[in-house]
């Protein structure tokens, strides 16, 4: 048997991330004294404003909807479930073009050229080629790992983050990386500082959190807070204080 399509790979390995959400279950709830002192969820960048023209896709406008009027773990769950029941048929989809199965099937180009032209290059298109599989587009991505967070399941969360590729995709990463380090899992956080890039708040402050000598954490905590916008990244600039201050880096 052939191995998947490249451009199928981490594409396949996202859509499995989708339905983690209910399989899972209510995962751990966070720290009483989170990392950043507020809510991790409240710190991812990305999500599309308000006006966002992604918002009046018929496909999506309906779970954008849920999203907005979500309070609790259960509604934010729903709206997640919302946007996978979108995404999820798409990545399927990929799979028996670009992926036919049979030891001797071919991709068919035209059934290809199809695919691209509606789900990839069309105006209400919902994936885009990432750097090496199909993925859905930035805005549904932030809503994807958004939806987890506040439903409870940082896990899946994550696993949007490391599944999107490219620069306009580098807060997810942060995101993750914020995660991953109120899990206590450090190695796997130091794994994608070199793709968080320098844009926004996150990256510096997250960048701050894992370096190792006080003249790195001092420079990223300052970049940090010239960006601050929100009242919880000012929370989480705060916070990040104080504790640099109680245990300065070696």
Do not use: N, Y
Not at 30 to 43: D, N, Q, T
């Amino acid at each position: 048997m052939r191995s998947p399509h490249p451009l199928l790979a981490s594409a396949l390995a996202l859509s499995l991330a989708l339905g983690s959400l209910g399989e899972a279950g209510a995962a751990a709830p966070s720290p009483a004294r989170p990392l950043c002192g507020v809510s991790a969820c409240a710190l991812l960048e990305g999500l599309p404003g308000p006006k966002d023209p992604i918002r009046e896709q018929r496909a999506v406008a309906g779970a954008f909807r849920a999203l907005d009027r979500a309070r609790d773990q259960k509604a934010f769950a729903a709206a997640h479930a919302r946007f996978e029941r979108v995404l999820a048929p798409l990545f399927a989809e990929a799979a028996r073009v670009f992926h036919p199965t049979g030891e001797d099937a071919e991709v068919d180009p035209k059934r290809a050229q199809r695919f691209l032209s509606r789900h990839v290059f069309g105006r209400d298109a919902l994936l885009r080629i990432g750097d090496e599989a199909f993925e859905p587009r930035p805005e549904l991505a932030a809503a994807l790992a958004l939806t987890a967070c506040r439903a409870g399941d940082p896990d899946a969360a994550i696993a949007v983050g490391r599944g999107v590729g490219g620069a306009d995709t580098a807060a997810l990463r942060a995101f993750s990386a914020l995660l991953l380090l109120e899990a206590g899992r450090r190695d796997e956080a130091l794994e994608l500082l070199p793709t968080l890039g320098d844009e926004g708040f996150l990256a510096p402050w997250i960048a701050a959190e894992l370096a190792t000598d006080a003249d790195s954490r001092r420079a990223l905590h300052t970049r940090a807070a010239r960006r601050v916008v929100t009242p919880d990244q000012q929370t989480a600039l705060r916070e990040q204080t104080r504790r640099f201050d109680a245990a300065p880096a070696p």
